[in-house]
């Protein structure tokens, strides 16, 4: 951050050395977590996530209609991961703790997720290299290509989306009816024969927000149906703090001051050498829920100790 700063104030127009000496400074008293920057600091990182999701969409809307669509998507999720790692890097106040070893990832994935926060999916973008970021595609509520900041990116991105619709008791479900198109995608995808080749998959497996974590939620299985039907190994990338960093409620909280841990892991490096009873989609989501539990009570343990 020092040669940043330096960097940026030898400018020779003083009103941007002046702007880049202020949030040299500014980041540095995030990064010491005084009580009286907390609501400052969680205004401050709102705006710069805004402004990274608005700048990504103006390169794109710039530069996208000269690629093809399979690069417009790489590019755009390339743009995201950058934008968003330079986010963090201006909010000292959230610090991310990676284990990781990304060479021993297998070239195609399941990669699972618990679902604690909003700020889940900037953690996975951010932290993704961006080799892997840009094979990586992941399901998302189809409203959210309405949200007004949001939206625009995450249609860009190639991601899939997930219908719902209301029953007559009004409980929510899954559209099939509109499900079933986008499933076939999902099939071509993971079975290497679409456009953009098999890379990863995120999923958060529990279906919403975790309102009582560390434990895990029940797994929804449908996804487990593919993961069987391609013989696909499944790694969990298991984060634990996110809530405290973007607690869910109705008020404004998100970039409160916190830690944040992150693991990759293998769950299931090849369902076919698994026991036959457990290759069922039910079998097989209570093995990787358990799993994750295990690799998330470490975490959890290890930050008590801290």
Not at 124 to 150: E, Y
Not at 171 to 195: C, F, M, N
Request: net charge positive; proline share 7%.
């Amino acid at each position: 951050m020092g040669e940043l700063a330096n960097f940026l104030t030898q400018s020779r127009t003083p009103l941007v050395g002046g702007a880049a000496l202020a949030i040299a400074l500014w980041v540095q008293l995030l990064r010491m977590r005084f009580s009286w920057t907390k609501r400052l600091g969680q205004y401050w990182f709102g705006l710069c996530v805004v402004v990274a999701f608005l700048l990504v969409d103006l390169i794109i809307r710039i530069i996208g209609p000269c690629l093809s669509r399979l690069r417009r998507e790489e590019a755009t999720l390339s743009a995201l991961g950058l934008a968003l790692n330079v986010v963090f890097a201006l909010n000292p106040h959230i610090r991310i703790k990676m284990d990781a070893n990304w060479k021993s990832l297998p070239p195609k994935a399941i990669m699972l997720m618990p679902h604690l926060s909003w700020i889940d999916v900037l953690i996975f973008a951010s932290n993704l290299p961006l080799a892997v970021l840009k094979r990586t595609r992941g399901l998302f509520k189809v409203q959210l290509t309405d949200a007004p900041v949001c939206g625009p990116v995450i249609q860009k991105c190639g991601h899939f989306p997930v219908h719902f619709k209301k029953d007559e008791d009004g409980a929510w479900g899954l559209d099939h009816e509109k499900q079933a198109p986008v499933t076939e995608r999902i099939e071509e995808y993971l079975s290497g024969k679409a456009e953009k080749k098999a890379g990863y998959l995120g999923i958060f497996p529990e279906g919403t927000i975790n309102k009582t974590p560390p434990t895990l939620q029940t797994f929804r299985r449908g996804a487990f149906d593919m993961v069987l039907n391609h013989n696909l190994p499944v790694w969990a990338f298991v984060m634990v703090g996110n809530e405290l960093v973007w607690p869910n409620t109705k008020n404004y909280q998100a970039g409160a001051p916190g830690d944040i841990d992150v693991a990759v892991v293998p769950l299931v490096r090849d369902p076919s050498s698994l026991p036959a009873e457990q290759q069922t989609k039910e079998a097989l989501s209570e093995l990787c829920r358990e799993r994750m539990q295990v690799e998330i009570d470490r975490i959890v343990s290890s930050r008590s100790s801290r």
